[in-house]
């Protein structure tokens, strides 16, 4: 396998592909491994001793194909659905997947099938079967592959996306796996949902204000990072005026690009929309405590009519007797 692909192609890979990947394979190993009961844990436990371990260790693979569009030299993956792949014969169900993609350019008929995907730690020799028998779809086609396991000293997605290239071996051409670069491309209906997926309610049953102290602390966290990368570009061009740090004009039209990005607090329109926002939290909260007032104020004047009506029964009765 080589280090890094020479074709030169940029690929933009959106976040929908990769929680999906995610998905098929947390479905297919529940289904696999289904959760013990009460009952029969103990003895499945213990009949499971011996070979349990290895049973475990054994991830399930999952496959699918992954679409999108390529425009020149840019190849960017939109979505992606599975396949039906007999793991002993490394052979695709060619009638799902005819239908799978009659299907889906019937809804999206600008994208086509740039490759696939499976999971695993590295690419095996015997991805290539399922590699060579989608070219005849895509002539190139791209191979996504999606780690399950978790390593948290890892910072990086744990994704690689892999080209394929003709390369001469021991005097044989042969087909391999090269890795290939790419970028985390997003759209506003991607990241609301990826937010609306990180912020679901947790099942332990917490609390509306333990969600919206996470999700404030996360705002702060994130604005303090912006502000001490802001500060670092300030400190780097200060340097740069008072002549410490060598003048690099490509560096410093990335730093304006980047400034040009940052929100223009500043302006007119910024204050009127501030102000109006800041307004109306201010009047829902007035009505909130309005609210409030009236609900206990109804409170004591119940509690008053109820004493009173007692005190004035007990009195009728004695003046009667």
Same mark, same amino acid.
């Given at each position: 396998?080589?280090?890094?692909?020479?074709?030169?192609?940029?690929?933009?890979?959106?976040?929908?592909?990769?929680?999906?990947?995610?998905?098929?394979?947390?479905?297919?190993?529940?289904?696999? $491994?289904?959760?013990?009961?009460?009952?029969?844990?103990?003895?499945?436990?213990?009949?499971?001793?011996?070979?349990?371990?290895?049973?475990?260790?054994?991830?399930?693979?999952?496959?699918?194909?992954?679409?999108?569009?390529?425009?020149?030299?840019?190849?960017?993956?939109?979505?992606?659905?599975?396949?039906?792949?007999?793991?002993?014969?490394?052979?695709?169900?060619?009638?799902?997947?005819?239908?799978?993609?009659?299907?889906?350019?019937?809804?999206? #008929?600008?994208?086509?099938?740039?490759?696939?995907?499976?999971? /695993?730690?590295?690419?095996?020799?015997?991805?290539?079967?399922?590699?060579?028998? +989608?070219?005849?779809? $895509?002539?190139?086609?791209?191979?996504?592959?999606? $780690?399950?396991?978790?390593?948290?000293?890892?910072?990086?997605?744990?994704?690689?996306?892999?080209?394929?290239?003709?390369?001469?071996? @021991?005097?044989?051409?042969?087909?391999?796996?090269?890795?290939?670069?790419?970028?985390?491309?997003?759209?506003?209906?991607?990241?609301?949902?990826? @937010?609306?997926?990180? =912020?679901?309610?947790?099942?332990?049953?917490?609390?509306?204000?333990?969600?919206?102290?996470?999700?404030?602390? /996360?705002?702060?966290?994130?604005?303090?990072?912006?502000?001490?990368?802001?500060?670092?570009?300030? =400190?780097? +061009?200060?340097?740069?005026?008072?002549?410490?740090? #060598?003048?690099?004009?490509? +560096?410093?039209?990335?730093?304006?690009?980047?400034?040009?990005?940052?929100?223009?607090?500043?302006?007119?329109?910024?204050?009127?929309?501030?102000? &109006?926002?800041? $307004?109306?939290?201010?009047?829902?909260?007035?009505?909130? &405590?309005?609210?409030?007032?009236?609900?206990? &104020?109804?409170?004591?004047?119940?509690?008053?009519?109820?004493?009173?009506?007692?005190?004035?029964?007990?009195?009728?009765?004695?003046?009667?007797?």
């Amino acid at each position: 396998m080589a280090s890094s692909s020479s074709s030169g192609l940029t690929f933009k890979l959106h976040a929908l592909v990769i929680v999906n990947i995610s998905d098929h394979y947390t479905r297919v190993k529940s289904q696999m $491994n289904p959760p013990l009961t009460s009952t029969s844990s103990t003895s499945t436990v213990n009949n499971n001793s011996s070979n349990g371990m290895e049973h475990h260790q054994q991830a399930p693979r999952v496959y699918g194909c992954v679409i999108g569009v390529q425009r020149g030299r840019t190849v960017e993956i939109f979505n992606s659905f599975e396949l039906l792949c007999d793991p002993s014969t490394h052979s695709l169900d060619r009638s799902f997947l005819e239908k799978k993609q009659e299907l889906y350019k019937k809804v999206f #008929p600008h994208f086509y099938i740039l490759g696939w995907y499976s999971t /695993g730690s590295d690419a095996e020799e015997s991805d290539m079967h399922i590699h060579k028998a +989608l070219m005849d779809i $895509n002539e190139s086609p791209l191979y996504v592959l999606l $780690n399950p396991a978790i390593n948290h000293a890892q910072k990086d997605l744990p994704v690689t996306i892999y080209e394929s290239e003709l390369h001469v071996i @021991d005097g044989i051409p042969q087909l391999i796996f090269v890795r290939s670069s790419y970028t985390i491309e997003t759209v506003e209906a991607e990241r609301i949902s990826v @937010d609306h997926v990180a =912020h679901l309610k947790p099942s332990d049953g917490g609390s509306a204000a333990t969600q919206l102290a996470a999700h404030l602390t /996360g705002i702060h966290s994130a604005i303090k990072m912006l502000n001490s990368r802001i500060r670092v570009l300030h =400190h780097y +061009l200060v340097g740069m005026q008072k002549g410490d740090i #060598p003048c690099e004009n490509s +560096l410093l039209r990335q730093v304006s690009s980047l400034l040009r990005r940052l929100p223009a607090i500043e302006s007119e329109k910024f204050q009127d929309d501030f102000l &109006m926002e800041y $307004n109306d939290t201010l009047l829902i909260t007035y009505l909130a &405590m309005f609210t409030n007032c009236s609900s206990k &104020m109804n409170e004591v004047v119940d509690k008053f009519n109820t004493a009173y009506d007692r005190h004035s029964r007990r009195g009728g009765r004695t003046a009667f007797i």
